[in-house]
Structures are given as C-alpha cells and as structure tokens.
C-alpha cells in the first residue's frame, strides 16, 4: 500500500509541478496538495473512480438483495444464487441490509447471519463484484420496526444532542459503523461499499421519512451519520442518497444532505403489474431518474436504480421491455431489484430456472448493455 502511494504521490507531484507553473504554485505547495490527495486514496476513493469506469462505458451493473445468502426455495447453501442458475453468473452488485445490527443481533431482519454476510461479501469482492448495504433500523423510540411510524418526530428527537435517543442512535449508527468498517478482504484491507442509510425518505413508511419527520431533522440525520462514521476513521463508505419515486428535481432535492455527503444519486422505484401499473412505472423511472442523473451530472457524481423490481415478475418479458428501455434513457452505474425470500413464495424479482419469465432474464443477461460478475470484474 505504501509503495503504491509513494508512486501515486511522485507521479502527482509531477503533473502538479508541471500544472503549477502556468497556476503559479510552487513546487512544496504542489507536493502538499499532491500528499493531500494520496492521503485521500481510500476504499471510498477507489470505488468511488471504478464507478466512474462503469459509466464511461455506457453500460450498468446488475444487483440483487442476499443474492447468495437465500433463494425462492433454498436458504445458506454454499455458492447457490438465483441468478447464477438462470445466467450462469452472479450479479456484479450484492445489496445486503443492516436492519437488527443496531441491536447486536446475530442475524439481521430477514435471518441471514451478519458472519454470513461478511463472508459473501468478501466472496463476492474477491470475485470482481461490489457489494451495497442498505439499513432498516428499528423505531429506536418504540422499539418497533423500521416501518412503525408511531413515536412523533423520532428524528428530532435523535438528531438532537443531550436526548435519550440521540444517544442511542448514535450508539445504533456506531454498530453499523462497526459492521461496515469490519468488512476486510483476505490481506486485511477494507473493502470498499456502497451504503444507503435512511432510504425511501421521500415516503412517510419509514420512521424517518416523509410525513414522520422534517427536512431539517433528517439532514441532521445523515450528518450525524457521517460524523460517528468518520470519528470511527471508516473509510471504506460509497454514500448512497436514495429517496423512492418523485415527480420533479425539487422533490428529489428537498431533503438532500448536502455535496459532502453523497457518492451516488440514488432512486427507489417499484413496478406494479396491469396496464396502470406499468405505464405508472415508466412515467416515475423517468421522472425519479432524470431528477438523479441531472443532479448527479450536475454535482459531478454517479447515478444509479438503486432498488427497483416487479414482485413475481408476473410479466414475463419484464426485463427486456420494460426495464430495459427505460434504463436505456438513463446513464446509472447499477440497477438493483429486490430479494428472493425462500419463506414467501411469491415474493421474488428475478427469476429461478422454470419461471417464464427465465428467457426475459437471460436475454437480459446477453444484452452487451449490461453487466454481471464476470464482466465488471474486469473493470478495476
Ligand atoms: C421488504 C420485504 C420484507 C423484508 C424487508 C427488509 O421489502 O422484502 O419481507 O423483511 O424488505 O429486508
């Protein structure tokens, strides 16, 4: 690692010397700045400049929730993955979820043991994918779940310093900090990941969203976030803002954390079956996207579909004719669709071998536009 940055550090020297010349730095100020930015070559850089590689060409990664921890009809088997039966390949991008590690559970809230979780995570890491967390945290005023709203405005009352529940979100975040920044590779070194915390904000389901908080509050929800993840020194963190669907960029906009603590301009949109159903998506994909692609172009960072899905897939062809084109429009680095619970049958988003909706899949899959392990492994 030293070694790369005393390269990294010399060769950036020399183009600040060069540069410094014309915008009369100096050279000592040139090596300061270059020594600030080899400093800033962490996990969260890396993946953060990879993403920027899966952009530049033009093409998306696919993801998929606990791809490898369960499928429609098996759980904790070595190496099984849905996709990969259909595909022969696994995702490029894992999503896994936090939601109990605020507790110090052993499992989170679907079951799949946080061990696990490290390991498949590290797996797929070692594979070339990339892995994202998502968070659903219990009501730390109730003690219900993420979606019980009962309790007021929680997130004031947590965001605001000296309150019984600041203390404990601060000590939940500092568990997901932990977690995150415990995620280490063979050699010892943190793999880098994408983190979406208070997801779906735009929404009132979540204890953190919508109608149960105020702009305010839940900007001082992702500062504080931040600050407890930076105090823990976790520099392995891509930061995800991803509200559900929206109409216009305001909407998109309004709650937003601010340029220093976001990576990635998310968006979370479902698809719902029937006529209505489909048109519905397409108009919100277009609006929820092109609000996070422009602000993203316009901020200089990445976009992506972070969650998206048709329960069951009860159109066949949905990957190809509905997905497809309409992430065509769009310039995001990954799409991301939901789990496939082993306990609910019909609670799944991609397919499993025999489904109709198998050939859509593979297809999709074949499709030079997108991306599965094996390609994105040879983006570095
Ligand atoms: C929801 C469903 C639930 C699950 C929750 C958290 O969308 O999949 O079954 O418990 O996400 O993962």
């Not at 003690?143 to 605001?160: R, Y």
């Not at 976790?234 to 340029?259: F, L």
Request: charged share 25%; net charge negative; proline share 4%.
């Amino acid at each position: 690692m030293k070694y790369i940055a005393t390269i990294i550090s010399v060769a950036l020297a020399g183009v600040f010397t060069v540069t410094g010349c014309s915008g009369g730095k100096n050279k000592a100020s040139a090596e300061a700045e270059a020594a600030d930015t080899v400093a800033a070559v962490t996990p969260r850089v890396q993946l953060i400049e990879r993403l920027g590689k899966v952009r530049d060409t033009g093409k998306f990664a696919f993801g998929h929730h606990d791809d490898t921890a369960y499928g429609h009809t098996w759980r904790g088997e070595d190496g099984r993955s849905d996709v990969k039966e259909v595909t022969g390949d696994y995702p490029a991008i894992m999503n896994w979820d936090l939601g109990l590690v605020e507790w110090g559970a052993g499992k989170q809230l679907d079951g799949v043991p946080f061990e696990l979780i490290h390991d498949e995570a590290v797996e797929q890491d070692a594979r070339g994918g990339i892995n994202t967390f998502s968070w659903h945290p219990r009501n730390p005023a109730t003690k219900g779940d993420s979606w019980d709203t009962a309790g007021g405005n929680v997130v004031k009352e947590a965001v605001t310093g000296g309150s019984a529940l600041n203390d404990t979100v601060r000590e939940w975040i500092g568990r997901a900090a932990d977690f995150i920044g415990s995620i280490r590779d063979a050699a010892g070194n943190r793999i880098p990941v994408v983190f979406r915390p208070w997801h779906e904000h735009t929404g009132s389901w979540f204890w953190w969203g919508g109608d149960n908080t105020d702009t305010e509050s839940y900007r001082k929800l992702w500062h504080m976030t931040r600050e407890v993840f930076d105090a823990k020194g976790i520099d392995n963190v891509v930061w995800a803002y991803s509200p559900d669907k929206v109409d216009t960029v305001e909407q998109y906009m309004e709650r937003y954390p601010g340029d220093e603590y976001v990576d990635i301009m998310g968006a979370d949109v479902y698809c719902f079956d029937g006529k209505d159903g489909l048109e519905q998506y397409a108009a919100k994909v277009k609006s929820t996207l092109s609000a996070a692609v422009s602000q993203a172009e316009a901020r200089g960072k990445l976009a992506a579909f972070t969650e998206t899905g048709l329960e069951s897939i009860t159109v066949p062809a949905w990957y190809t004719d509905v997905l497809m084109p309409l992430v065509k429009e769009f310039p995001v680095v990954y799409v991301s669709v939901w789990r496939n619970a082993d306990n609910i049958p019909r609670h799944f988003y991609t397919p499993y071998p025999g489904h109709p909706a198998e050939e859509s899949f593979k297809a999709f899959y074949n499709d030079s536009i997108t991306l599965f392990a094996k390609d994105i492994s040879e983006i570095k």
